[in-house]
T-cell receptor
Framework: DAGVIQSPRHEVTEMGQEVTLRCKPI?????LFWYRQTMMRGLELLIY????????DSGMPEDRFSAKMPNASFSTLKIQPSEPRDSAVYFC?????????????FGPGTRLTVL | KQEVTQIPAALSVPEGENLVLNCSFT??????LQWFRQDPGKGLTSLLL?????REQTSGRLNASLDKSSGRSTLYIAASQPGDSATYLC????????????FGAGTQVVVTP
């Protein structure tokens, strides 16, 4: 298996622009997570999906952030409009069934820089 | 509120020495604990997962122990190699938040040849 795939790997944009990050989970995994990592705050969970349905988005920092999962093999995280404080590495992770007991597998991340 | 702490924040050892990485958590109500490795500019790689009912897990040169009652886990890496240089993070899966993972800040390890 190719693992969790994320694109783009790097994104540089200007403040106010829309940013869309993409994720393809491991085939067969029914849970998908979006995380953000910064030096100041470490790893933070933004939102997670189960069977393509958003279950908990309490970690989404503001209304500027939105996430969708139109099917089992694709998810997007959108920031509109972007701000410099959104600069971070965004990770997507997935795992299969049994929410509480299984390993999460992470993608390589998207490094976002907002100028 | 669950807090996960990893001390030290950074560690440097000569090649061949055994590595001992510590993770402590304040609330013993966890489902499991997972150790990850993160290389610079890369994602997290899962190393070991220990269920709350287990005391340890082993994979090759890696051994992780869990003492839930005292809120501690230790990751041992035997006979360290320069390729073990990375940041190691632990994460606990909480019982009171639908199984959310709570991460420590990590220990940055450098193994010198």
């Amino acid at each position: 298996d190719a693992g969790v795939i994320q694109s783009p790997r790097h994104e540089v944009t200007e403040m106010g622009q829309e940013v869309t990050l993409r994720c393809k989970p491991i085939s067969g995994h029914d849970y998908l997570f979006w995380y953000r990592q910064t030096m100041m705050r470490g790893l933070e969970l933004l939102i997670y999906f189960n069977n393509n349905v958003p279950i908990d988005d309490s970690g989404m920092p503001e209304d500027r952030f939105s996430a969708k999962m139109p099917n089992a093999s694709f998810s997007t995280l959108k920031i509109q409009p972007s701000e410099p404080r959104d600069s971070a590495v965004y990770f997507c992770a997935s795992h299969i069934g049994g929410l509480y007991y299984n390993e999460q597998f992470f993608g390589p991340g998207t490094r976002l820089t907002v100028l | 509120k669950q807090e996960v702490t990893q001390i030290p924040a950074a560690l440097s050892v000569p090649e061949g020495e055994n590595l001992v990485l510590n993770c402590s958590f304040t609330d013993s109500a966890i489902y499991n604990l997972q150790w990850f490795r993160q290389d610079p500019g890369k994602g997290l790689t899962s190393l070991l997962l220990i269920q709350s009912s287990q005391r340890e897990q082993t994979s090759g040169r890696l051994n992780a122990s869990l003492d839930k009652s005292s809120g501690r886990s230790t990751l041992y890496i035997a006979a360290s190699q320069p390729g073990d240089s990375a940041t190691y993070l632990c994460a606990v899966r909480l019982t009171d938040s639908w199984g959310k993972l709570q991460f420590g800040a990590g220990t940055q390890v450098v193994v010198t040849p």
